[in-house]
């Protein structure tokens, strides 16, 4: 069983920017976030590939945050550029067991999850 510690998340004013991390507790395969508002569904943000040559973009966020991660420290990362309001959610660190080469926008086709972060922008 992989643990998934997210980490970074807080309260900032919009226009500034933040990286959030998200810690394995062993090998994984693909890794995403996701991010959930109040009273809103969970939503694909991005997803990475464990070599780290592939990611995927949700296209709300494109131009503004950038995924990547560090296979040496079981770490992704997840900066995110110019936020607004809008992007006020919990954002949860999701990966898939270690054979789960693909990235998928769909929150099923992830096995493992963390307990999430809470970013707060605001005005």
């Not at 998340?9 to 976030?33: D, E, K, P």
């Not at 307990?115 to 005005?123: D, N």
Request: net charge positive; with cysteine; aromatic share 10%.
């Amino acid at each position: 069983q992989v643990q998934l510690v997210e980490s970074g998340g807080g309260l900032v004013q919009a226009g500034n920017s933040l990286r959030l991390s998200c810690a394995a507790s062993g090998r994984t395969g693909a890794m995403g976030w996701f991010r959930q508002g109040a009273g809103k569904e969970r939503e694909f943000v991005a997803a990475i590939r464990r070599s780290g040559g592939f990611t995927v973009l949700a296209d709300s966020v494109k131009g503004r945050f950038t995924i990547s991660r560090d296979n040496a420290k079981n770490t992704i990362y997840l900066e995110i550029h110019i936020l607004r309001p809008d992007d006020t959610a919990v954002y949860y660190c999701a990966a898939r067991n270690p054979n789960g080469w693909s990235v998928y926008t769909t929150p099923e086709a992830y096995e493992y999850w963390g307990q999430g972060t809470q970013v707060t922008v605001s005005s």
